[in-house]
């Protein structure tokens, strides 16, 4: 009964911990590109509006499109320079603390927001975008960072995968709060642009009641009786030998060694493997076409006979899918591993994407065809959600070092920010020059991601950063012969090689 007792604690503070991280983190990305979806009509008018009253200028459609191109755009770039300051923040401040001031930004974007109306001013909404955006960003790095070296070893990969689950969550929270009968009318959606200051206030409140990284603890600041503290509580028992061990190991291996720069780990031949696995898998993410499916639903709904006033409805299904999802793979995780969810995800994606074409072709022909086209977008998403969506935000934590694990994260996270500003700006020309076939270079993407997961991903699951590396080493040092070197060195990528002359 003590060690059920214990184990429950162990559990609850965990769970709280990860729920007060995740819903002023993650969440934050997911709720904050949901709630741009309702008040499109209402932002376009206001600038449309603001300008007439300035200048007495009417703007033409393309000039108020391209206004709110810059406003919705902004995000990404927002987010993109959160990705980049991500990984200094957290050497500097720790993973939890770096959480806590990210809040800083969001705050200053939702009063930004908030006050935009009164003061007439569309400028104020894009600056509070790229605020928002750079929450996003540092969130999306530092939450799943955390998450990894909290967690025991055997829910790792569980921890790590609710950021897809809260991602999930908060984009069908943000589509029933973009409802007409909520937020998403005239009267309110400034109110709407500034809602996700909530989210902010409930982890400013929350957080700061839970420990620090145990890792951080103990081998960025050597604080070693911090780090038993953290995991006494994280864990609801006493520390288990073999856990400590291991860190005191790494910790050792780290001593004297600086974190690693992004363009340090690019250039090390030890790291080659790991983070070409991490730029492709991150980049597929953004590429694979599932944002893109998301605003190509209206129309898809549309065709098949739903009224635009029941669409609002039938677009949280979406987010609902994803949801149920992220809820599923994280089930299935420890069970299944890394590269099955992975390349499932994409094979059933790459699939489904040659379905939809099919039924879009041929949606004015076969009178049931725009049904099955409502189909391909909820298997696609439920596909997205089973792999890709949880398990990308997974592998740097599992793939580098302590040292090296922010910059990888630098680099992860700008990956895809940069690959969803570029989907984003091109889908639109995707639509306009093929036509029912702007879903075939997604099902291209997805068929080479899962190839590349099946050809040279090593699985995971339940292995120590050193023998994840040996397995990596395989193809870093293939073909060369190599010196008999400890596990310590191929952590640190301080490799020493000798080749045959």
């Known amino acids: 009964m003590a060690d059920q007792g214990k184990q429950m604690g162990h559990s609850w503070t965990l769970a709280l911990m990860v729920t007060s991280t995740a819903i002023g983190g993650t969440f934050q990305y997911g709720y904050n590109l949901a709630i741009m979806n309702a008040p499109t009509n209402f932002i376009q008018g206001f600038v449309n509006d603001t300008c007439r009253e300035r200048w007495d200028v009417q703007l033409e459609d393309y000039q108020v499109t391209l206004v709110w191109?810059?406003?919705?755009?902004?995000?990404?770039?927002?987010?993109?320079?959160?990705?980049?300051?991500?990984?200094?923040?957290?050497?500097?401040f720790g993973r939890k603390k770096c959480m806590l001031l990210n809040n800083v930004y969001l705050m200053s974007a939702a009063l930004l927001a908030l006050t935009s109306r009164a003061a007439r001013s569309f400028e104020m909404i894009i600056i509070s975008r790229v605020l928002v955006g750079i929450n996003a960003g540092i969130s999306m790095n530092v939450q799943p960072m955390y998450f990894g070296e909290s967690a025991p070893k055997h829910l790792r990969g569980a921890v790590s995968l609710s950021c897809a689950v809260f991602t999930a969550f908060g984009v069908v929270l943000g589509q029933v709060v973009g409802l007409r009968e909520i937020l998403g009318s005239e009267p309110y959606w400034h109110y709407l642009l500034a809602s996700n200051a909530i989210p902010g206030f409930i982890q400013l409140l929350t957080l700061p009641w839970f420990p620090e990284s145990p890792r951080y603890l103990l081998i960025d600041r050597g604080d070693k009786e911090a780090c038993i503290k953290?995991?006494?509580?994280?864990r609801g028992c006493e520390v288990q030998a073999g856990e400590l061990d291991e860190m005191l190991q790494e910790q050792a291996?780290?001593?004297?060694?600086?974190?690693?720069?992004?363009?340090?780990?690019?250039?090390?031949?030890?790291?080659?493997?790991?983070?070409?696995s991490v730029i492709v898998i991150s980049s597929a993410m953004q590429l694979c076409g599932n944002?893109?499916?998301?605003?190509?639903?209206?129309?898809?709904?549309?065709?098949?006979?739903?009224?635009?006033?029941?669409?609002q409805y039938i677009t949280i299904g979406t987010g609902t899918c994803e949801f149920s999802a992220?809820?599923?793979?994280?089930l299935l995780i420890e069970l299944k591993g890394r590269r099955f969810m992975l390349m499932g995800g994409y094979i059933l994606m790459c699939c489904w994407a040659v379905v939809f074409t099919i039924a879009l072709s041929f949606e004015h022909v076969v009178s049931w065809m725009p049904y099955l086209s409502m189909t391909c977008i909820f298997t696609y998403i439920l596909s997205f959600g089973m792999?890709?969506?949880?398990?990308?935000?997974?592998?740097?934590?599992?793939?580098?070092?302590?040292?090296?694990?922010?910059?990888?994260?630098?680099?992860?996270?700008s990956m895809m920010w940069i690959n969803l500003f570029i989907v984003g700006m091109l889908f639109p020309f995707l639509v306009s020059s093929l036509g029912q076939y702007c879903f075939v270079p997604f099902a291209g993407v997805c068929l080479l991601s899962a190839m590349f997961v099946g050809f040279f991903l090593p699985e995971t699951k339940g292995k120590t950063l050193s023998e994840i590396n040996s397995e990596f080493n395989k193809l870093n040092f293939k073909g060369q012969q190599e010196k008999?070197?400890?596990?310590?060195?191929?952590?640190?990528g301080e490799v020493g090689l000798s080749t045959s002359l």
């Open 387 to 413: 792999g890709p969506a949880g398990v990308t935000g997974v592998l740097p934590t599992e793939f580098f070092s302590q040292t090296a694990r922010p910059a990888a994260y630098m680099i992860a996270g």
């Open 253 to 276: 291996q780290s001593s004297g060694v600086r974190p690693s720069r992004p363009w340090e780990l690019l250039a090390d031949r030890a790291h080659r493997w790991q983070l070409l």
């Open 291 to 311: 944002d893109s499916i998301y605003l190509y639903a209206s129309y898809v709904f549309k065709e098949a006979g739903i009224s635009v006033e029941k669409i």
């Open 484 to 492: 008999s070197l400890s596990p310590a060195q191929y952590q640190l």
């Open 230 to 234: 953290a995991l006494r509580r994280l």
């Open 326 to 330: 992220c809820i599923l793979c994280n």
């Open 69 to 92: 191109t810059i406003i919705v755009s902004m995000f990404s770039l927002g987010g993109l320079a959160g990705a980049l300051i991500a990984g200094p923040m957290t050497i500097h």
